[in-house]
Structure formats: structure tokens, C-alpha cells
């Protein structure tokens, strides 16, 4: 779970707002309803962390303090 500062621009012709963050260099997306913009950051952070990986650049600090204090997700198969 990240806690970034996010921007939105509504474009009043559409109704759909632009959404950007000062806290995240790279971040744009786009969507009309809270839900819509929720997913869609969350799948723009996705793919920037992957690319910033791939790449081999350091994610923005915000970024890294929440990687770093997140706990680790473990999935368990048992069997009874």
C-alpha cells in the first residue's frame, strides 16, 4: 500500500479526469468515478514499478518506504 499525493484534472467536456501525482514522476492516468481512478493508479503504479525494474531505476522515495515497511504477502497451499 502506497500513500501518494494524487492530482486530478477534470476535463469538463468528458466528464473523465486526468490524474497525475507530484509524489510519483510518470504517473497519468485517466477515469471518470473514484473506483475507475482507484484501479487505474494502482495498475499505473504496477507498471511503472515494473518498468523502472527492468530498467534497473530506483523507484521514487515514496515508493521505496512503502516496499521497504510492507510486510511480506506468503501464499500457503494445505493440504488436510
Do not use: F
Request: hydrophobic share 40%; charged share 20%.
Amino acid at each position: 500500500m502506497y500513500k501518494i499525493r494524487l492530482t486530478l484534472e477534470l476535463n469538463e467536456e468528458s466528464g473523465v479526469y486526468t490524474v497525475t501525482s507530484p509524489d510519483v514522476p510518470g504517473l497519468v492516468t485517466e477515469g471518470a468515478t473514484p473506483e475507475e481512478i482507484t484501479h487505474n493508479v494502482q495498475e499505473a503504479l504496477q507498471g511503472l514499478l515494473e518498468a523502472w525494474q527492468e530498467l534497473g531505476i530506483e523507484p521514487p522515495e515514496t515508493l521505496r518506504i512503502a516496499q521497504a515497511t510492507s510486510p511480506d504477502t506468503v501464499e500457503v497451499l494445505v493440504a488436510a
